[in-house]
């Protein structure tokens, strides 16, 4: 096999790893049945995440430029890491409140939404096939989550605006890292 060949099976190995971790972020809140606050988990996330992460900073803090322009410096990293912090209190909260598959579904339109803040924000083209995925994603939300607009309905719930704040906070998450 050769070098790209070993690249492409460790890239796998990663997203695979990623994956694994991400079901496991996303159905812990829900075993612990509302015990933990929203707040309490997303602060051992980020914990967790930051002792990953320092190892890594501290090898490479020479290659990092230090701007301080409260848009692309420090700044841009605290609106991220704020939106990254929502996105995950959010969906946790969510998936205690309703069940996890309407939370996954609701908070899968994130993709959605960082299309569309790209298109605002950073003045990314949308072509055909964009907002064709974008309206597809939706309609695949719609049809996993099963939306009843009765009484008992569990998308005119606090859970369900828990799960699109999510969404919306992952979507500017996400433009940030491509800014």
């Given at each position: 096999?050769?070098g790209?060949?070993?690249?492409?099976?460790?890239?796998?190995?990663?997203?695979?790893?990623?994956?694994?971790?991400?079901?496991?972020?996303?159905?812990?809140?829900?075993?612990?049945?509302?015990?933990?606050?929203?707040?309490?988990?997303?602060?051992?996330?980020?914990?967790?995440g930051?002792?990953?992460?320092?190892?890594?900073?501290?090898?490479?803090?020479?290659?990092?430029?230090?701007?301080?322009?409260?848009?692309?410096?420090?700044?841009?990293h605290?609106?991220?890491?704020?939106?990254?912090?929502?996105?995950?209190?959010?969906?946790?909260?969510?998936?205690?409140?309703?069940?996890?598959?309407?939370?996954?579904?609701?908070?899968?339109?994130s993709?959605?939404?960082?299309?569309?803040?790209?298109?605002?924000?950073?003045?990314?083209?949308?072509?055909?096939?964009?907002?064709?995925?974008?309206?597809?994603?939706?309609?695949?939300?719609?049809?996993?989550?099963?939306?009843?607009?009765?009484?008992?309905?569990?998308?005119?719930?606090?859970?369900?605006?828990?799960?699109?704040?999510?969404a919306?906070?992952w979507?500017?998450d996400?433009?940030?890292?491509?800014?």
């Open positions: 096999m050769t790209d060949g070993h690249a492409i099976i460790r890239a796998w190995l990663w997203v695979l790893l990623a994956t694994l971790l991400f079901a496991i972020m996303f159905t812990i809140p829900k075993f612990l049945d509302g015990s933990v606050a929203a707040v309490q988990v997303a602060f051992f996330r980020y914990c967790a930051f002792l990953t992460i320092v190892p890594v900073f501290l090898m490479r803090r020479k290659s990092i430029r230090r701007e301080r322009h409260p848009i692309t410096g420090y700044g841009f605290i609106l991220r890491a704020l939106m990254g912090s929502l996105s995950v209190v959010a969906i946790a909260y969510a998936v205690v409140e309703i069940p996890l598959a309407n939370a996954q579904a609701i908070n899968m339109t993709g959605m939404f960082a299309a569309i803040f790209a298109v605002l924000v950073l003045r990314e083209r949308l072509n055909r096939f964009g907002t064709a995925a974008i309206f597809i994603s939706l309609a695949g939300a719609v049809v996993v989550a099963e939306p009843r607009l009765d009484a008992g309905s569990q998308w005119l719930s606090f859970g369900a605006l828990a799960a699109l704040a999510s919306v906070a979507g500017v996400s433009i940030t890292l491509k800014y």
